[in-house]
């Protein structure tokens, strides 16, 4: 993996500059605020509410690198002008499952609903393709219906859902399981 490596770059609908690229082991501060913003936010995502430690997520880092090198994890950083603005992550699952990758995006929320979620998506799509993944999995939050709309137009299939699995907002919620073979002769 070569550190910071940008994968793309594209104009978003807004008019704003927006790079994909490989994290760079200085990254473990912006990551951090960023995850901290979505869990105070409290928005679709399964972190509870304890903000992450400085120690905690330079592990995380870490870990991520090391994953990462050893083929088992892509992981994009989102900038928009120069600005952390999320990630994405597309793990390959172990075992049995090493045909099967999944995915997880996250935006700040003032670059939601900008397009950058779909391009990310489909360049996630794309990298599991290189990767020779047979197939890609998601878990939604039931009531995250833009994200639900967003995977349905790219072709992700509904495979069921699990009543009350996650606990959000003083409530339990589904979470919706969907998928994405990429290969024409899938057996479903």
């Known amino acids: 993996m070569e550190f910071g490596k940008i994968i793309k770059s594209f104009t978003s609908k ?6 994909f690229r490989y994290p760079k082991e200085d990254d473990a501060e912006a990551m951090l605020d ?3 913003e979505l869990i ?3 928005t679709f995502i399964e972190a509870h509410s304890q903000l992450r430690t400085e120690e905690e997520e330079q592990q995380y880092v870490d870990s991520l690198i090391s994953d990462m090198d050893a083929g088992k994890k892509i992981h994009l950083v989102v900038e928009v002008e ?4 999320g990630n994405a ?3 390959k699952l ?6 099967v990758g999944e995915l997880g995006i996250s935006l700040r929320k003032e670059f939601r609903e900008n397009g950058i979620g779909t391009e990310l998506l489909k360049t996630l799509i794309e990298l599991g393709k290189e990767r ?4 890609l999995v998601i878990n939604v939050f039931e009531t995250n219906h833009h994200a639900l709309h967003i995977y349905q137009k790219l072709g992700f299939r509904r495979a069921g859902m699990v009543p009350g699995a996650i606990h959000f907002k003083n409530e339990y919620i589904g979470e919706v399981k969907m998928y994405l073979p990429l290969i024409k002769d899938f057996r479903l």
Request: aromatic share 6%; proline share 3%; net charge positive.
């Open 14 to 19: 807004k008019g704003k500059q927006v790079v």
């Open 34 to 36: 960023f995850i901290n």
């Open 40 to 42: 105070t936010e409290d």
């Open 82 to 85: 120069g600005k952390y603005a």
């Open 89 to 91: 992550e597309l793990r």
């Open 94 to 99: 172990p075992h049995r499952k090493t045909h």
């Open 132 to 135: 020779r993944l047979r197939l």
